[in-house]
């Protein structure tokens, strides 16, 4: 058996090209970060210091990859497996007529997928310590990693390496568990069948019946929270992302149904742009719809996930950016630096007005949508001198009358717990004790802002080791002294300077987008391949009837992009119809606004994915000999 597997790679190696480059890719990348775990959490740092809090966001952030890398790689690794399965299947069938038994035939394509996925994970960690390198310097760029932190020892290493080919060899024979129990399944009358054609991405009932339930049980419940509850609007504005990531998985499987629809569009496109050509690449989407719709599936997935993920981030930024910009009222802001802290009480020099925001914590009472709520930023200031250099935009009340046993509230929070002015409520704050305080002021800008501002004694009598956590001056705020660990900035500097989004947060993002962007792209590229070397005898024929080489390469690209534009117009349209409410939730305008260099690089990737691919597999530049030579082999 080992034989057969070595001959199928010297006969065939594109067949294991697929799979053989997602095992490589998911060994070095979960192989870089378990290093990267271990580096962070061996190290012992002080408590609530800097370090401690970057080694505990770099393991939040590698544990949250490393789960998207093993669900990724399960997913591409288990189609294509899938494929290669389908190709193998006259194999298969010529060992079922010689005696070979099915549980011996299953046991043969596990053990080939285990040997392709051990070899290419051997390759894989070769890059293992280089991308943990690259990945630390990012981390500790970005503030996220503690630069004291080292990565394991050689001797680690090489256990890390060893363990990690012992899992990708293990994810990959799950992965292909529905491979494997397909080939046993096979019997000698597969040899009377024809093989081409064996891309599968067909109707069935069962996968008809699954789409709906989707749709049902996931879309439908989290569209009629997101327009018709009385929730706050921040909660509905946060439905919009989710309701995109169930959508598209669930367009995916509804795919056969609705890619057909889309096709028709597509193909009069070509048919107007080139008569004679785009005649034949449209009649080629539209004869074959499981092949489009197997090519447009896995660019939805990417485009889709990178435009809604990277969207909710920039128009979550544009809407804080907007809040900071409008709210802002000072001449310049003190703000520390990481690793220090602004008095709680600082002395102001003469002709400068500082606002002093003491930094602490408020817990707020149990809702029905959140039984245990969690502590939440909050300011302690005095209500006449914070109006004077910050705009909450009060929606009732004014905060110029808070005061000791008073607080405002964001809007978010007063509509989560239905507060009406004058109300008594017993709020936690930092330091345990349970006040009963008077809600006396509403606000809207709590996006940009704390949820609560209290009275500013309040704050400090009830936060241990009390600090600001920025100071608004008005005046000569160039008077303000320069002290170690202090940035004194202008407004506009400050608006200028200013990061609207958690870097941790956008770095999370750009990695999950990254991922399955990846391993998507990956799987539209095999697809692609695979639909080009089933289509060999009509690429002959119609060299044979006269279609040169140019205007076969034409054919060939026409189909390819045709079926991205398809699964890249229904990302857009399920992207845009999720981000639109979030936008208008957040009250950033008509539009959401996009991460334009990074979706335009996944786009530029899928086009290339699907191009690539089949002009490499057609060789649409060959004569007619070599097209039926390619035929017959």
């Known amino acids: 058996m080992r034989r057969l597997f070595l001959a199928e790679a010297r006969a065939y190696p594109g067949r294991l090209a697929g799979a053989a480059v997602a095992c490589a890719m998911t060994a070095a990348g979960v192989g870089a970060c378990t290093l990267l775990l271990i580096g962070a959490g061996r190290a012992d740092f002080p408590a609530r210091s800097v370090a401690a809090a970057q080694a505990q966001d770099a393991r939040d952030l590698l544990s949250l990859l490393l789960s998207m890398l093993l669900m990724c790689a399960v997913l591409v690794i288990g189609s294509t497996v899938s494929l290669w399965t389908g190709q193998r299947l006259g194999q298969f069938a010529v060992l079922r007529a010689l005696g070979v038994t099915a549980g011996r035939l299953r046991r043969l394509v596990a053990g080939d997928v285990a040997r392709l996925a051990v070899a290419a994970a051997a390759v894989g960690t070769l890059g293992m310590l280089p991308l943990a390198h690259a990945g630390r310097r990012l981390l500790v760029n970005r503030e996220l990693f503690p630069e004291a932190a080292s990565l394991p020892s050689s001797g680690q290493v090489w256990g890390t390496a060893v363990g990690v080919c012992a899992a990708t060899g293990a994810v990959a024979v799950l992965a292909a568990m529905a491979s494997v129990f397909a080939a046993g399944r096979v019997s000698p009358g597969a040899l009377m069948k024809d093989t081409e054609g064996s891309l599968a991405s067909r109707r069935s009932r069962a996968r008809l019946l699954t789409g709906l339930t989707m749709a049902v049980m996931l879309c439908v419940p989290l569209l009629y929270v997101m327009a018709f509850t009385q ?11 989710g309701l995109a990531l169930v959508l598209i998985p669930t367009l995916a499987v509804l795919a056969p149904w609705i890619v057909p629809l889309l096709t028709r569009p597509v193909c009069a496109v070509l048919r107007i742009a080139d008569r004679r050509v785009g005649r034949i690449a449209a009649a080629g989407l539209r004869a074959a719809p499981a092949r489009t719709t197997a090519m447009a599936v896995p660019v939805l997935l990417a485009v889709g ?112 717990h239905h507060w009406r002015l004058g109300q008594k409520v017993r709020l936690a704050l930092a330091d345990g004790s349970r006040p009963e305080l008077t809600l006396v002021a509403v606000y809207e800008r709590d996006l940009a802002f704390p949820a609560f501002v209290i009275a500013r ?177």
């Open 231 to 241: 929730l706050p609007s921040t909660v509905r504005a946060a439905v919009a992302p």
């Open 305 to 416: 996930i990178a435009v809604c993920l990277l969207g909710t981030g920039a128009t979550m930024g544009e809407a804080v950016a907007r809040q900071t910009g409008d709210g802002l009222r000072a001449d310049g802001v003190v703000t520390a630096r990481p690793g220090h802290r602004l008095p709680a009480q600082p002395a102001a020099p003469s002709g400068v007005t500082a606002t002093v925001l003491v930094a602490t914590r408020i817990t707020a009472p149990a809702t029905s949508l959140d039984d245990q709520p969690s502590p939440v930023d909050a300011w302690g200031a005095d209500g006449s001198a914070l109006v004077k250099s910050l705009d909450l935009k009060e929606r009732e009340g004014r905060l110029s009358a808070l005061r000791e046993g008073t607080f405002a509230a964001g809007v978010s929070q007063a509509e989560a």
């Open 457 to 633: 004694t309040t704050a400090l009598q009830h936060t241990r080791e009390p600090y600001a956590d920025r100071i608004l001056l008005s005046g000569a705020y160039r008077s303000w002294p320069k002290e170690s660990g202090r940035t004194v900035a202008s407004r506009a500097q400050y608006l200028d300077d200013l990061k609207p989004r958690n870097p941790a947060d956008d770095l999370a993002s750009r990695l999950i987008v990254s991922v399955v962007s990846g391993y998507a792209l990956l799987a539209a590229a095999n697809t692609a391949s695979l639909a080009q070397r089933d289509r060999r005898a009509q690429r002959a024929h119609l060299r044979a009837l006269g279609l040169g080489r140019g205007q076969l390469l034409r054919c060939v690209l026409y189909e390819a992009l045709g079926a991205a534009a398809v699964g890249a117009a229904l990302a857009a349209a399920t992207a845009l119809a999720c981000l639109v409410p979030f936008a208008a939730a957040l009250g950033t305008g008509a539009l959401p606004a996009l991460d334009v260099p990074w979706t335009a690089a996944v786009l530029a990737a899928a086009v290339l994915a699907v191009a690539l691919p089949s002009v490499m597999t057609a060789h649409p530049m060959s004569t007619v000999r070599q097209q039926f030579a390619r035929r017959t082999a």
